[in-house]
């Protein structure tokens, strides 16, 4: 009886262990790495924090007294992807790579480990699955990723405000970045009208599981670029033409910049059914650029909040607006209805204000906001629209 019950236990599927690609990668030793992981093969498993050590136990966990630091909340960009795979976006923090830089120079080994746990649903034992980084500079044998990505107009404007058929100043992209290879990439316009891209749209292409990638939103594009990327770990990547950016509807336009994924073989991940090409991967969403086009020339626009806006209870209420020359000062106004709940007068260089805590009272109430520039005898100048806002507990 007991051989046949042997004999059985031996004929039973066992569980295949997780395994994760690239099992190991060069990593800059002075500034951050982000890196695109793929997990395969979760059984029934939850993912767990992930941590960055100098060395590991048999069972791939963490050596105690060897960690140096996990993986911040704002950095994790992990999902579960497919059936029962689990896509990671590993963003070293610089402050990790110092402290295995240090290690190093104390005679230790130059590499050391990114470890995710997984911990089961059914009860068993927690799985540790390691990451080896091998610590190198911030040339051709690192992953292609963006660290840092800056919009900006030529002239310095953070929101430049045009008439009807007037031309915008120049803008372009600066970029930092690791590795090298091909960057590709697009200009898109949103267009008044058009629904706001989320989160997941200014995230670059790479940073995103497979099948998440033709669900970003797409926008009027405005130009293409393909170019190639040396290991010098910044350029300037031009805008289009201001010729080119549509200026025929009054209102808030943006610009987004579209990091498509390029093949990289310094971080290209296997998901078990085929490649994943991750070059471009970013930590992070990237910045927008805005314009106003309207009919006057001196308007007074409202930035932020926008007008039918949503503002969480958790987060301060500031408001934002674009400046008119000549103006002395601005006045600030939030109404219920006919009655005003909040005044303020603030400077001519002063185009953003952030409202006490006891506006937050007002939840669920339907309030509108307006500005008035003024005049040093306090005329007013021009005054903007109202726009609506709530307060969301």
């Known amino acids: 009886m007991g051989s046949a019950i042997f004999g059985l236990l031996m004929r039973m599927p066992t569980a295949e ?12 030793t002075f500034g951050a790495t982000t890196v695109f992981l793929t997990f395969v ?22 050596v105690p007294g060897t960690i140096f630091g996990q993986l911040p909340a704002r950095s994790n960009r992990s999902r579960l992807s497919g059936s029962n795979n689990y896509t990671d976006i590993m963003t070293i923090p610089p402050s990790v790579a110092r402290r295995a830089y240090q290690d190093a120079i104390r005679g230790n080994s130059s590499q050391f480990f990114y470890v995710r746990r997984f911990v089961s649903r059914t009860g068993a034992p927690d799985e540790f699955v390691a990451v080896t980084c091998r610590l190198a500079g911030g040339g051709a044998r690192v992953p292609l990723a963006l660290t840092e990505v800056r919009l900006a107009f030529e002239d310095g404007q953070p929101v430049p405000a045009i008439a009807t058929g007037e031309t915008l100043p120049r803008f372009g992209a600066e970029i ?3 590795g090298t290879g091909r960057l590709k990439g697009r200009w898109e316009v949103v267009l008044p009208g058009d629904p706001l891209p989320s989160e997941r749209d200014r995230l670059t292409e790479a940073t995103l599981p497979i099948e998440e990638r033709p669900l970003q939103r797409r926008y009027t594009t405005l130009q293409r670029f393909d170019v190639f990327v040396p290991p010098t770990g910044r350029m300037f990547i031009p805008g289009p033409s201001p010729n080119t950016l549509p200026k025929g509807s009054t209102g808030l336009h943006f610009i987004l910049l579209r990091i498509e994924a390029t093949d990289d073989r310094e971080g290209n991940s296997d998901t078990g059914i085929g490649v994943v090409n991750s070059g471009g991967v970013a930590g992070f969403p990237l910045p927008v650029l805005r314009y106003f086009v309207t009919n006057d020339k ?5 930035v932020q909040p926008n007008d039918g806006a949503r503002l969480s209870v958790q987060q301060s209420i500031q408001f934002k607006w674009q400046g008119v020359d000549g103006a002395y000062s601005y006045k ?13 007068l603030l400077g001519a260089n002063q185009m953003s204000y952030t409202a006490p805590p006891w506006l937050k009272e007002k ?3 339907r309030l509108q906001w307006k500005v008035q520039a003024l005049k040093e005898d306090g005329t007013t100048i021009v005054e903007s629209t109202a726009n609506e806002f709530q307060i969301q507990p």
């Open 176 to 178: 930092s970045y690791n």
């Open 332 to 344: 600030l106004e939030v109404r219920q209805g006919e009655v005003v709940v909040l005044s303020a």
């Open 17 to 28: 262990a997780v395994i994760v690609s690239p099992k190991g990668v060069n990593v800059r």
């Open 41 to 62: 093969g979760l059984n029934d498993q939850t993912p767990a924090e992930g941590l960055w050590c100098g060395a590991i136990n048999a069972d791939q966990s963490c």
């Open 363 to 365: 939840i669920k109430q």
């Open 298 to 302: 001196r308007p007074l626009n409202l």
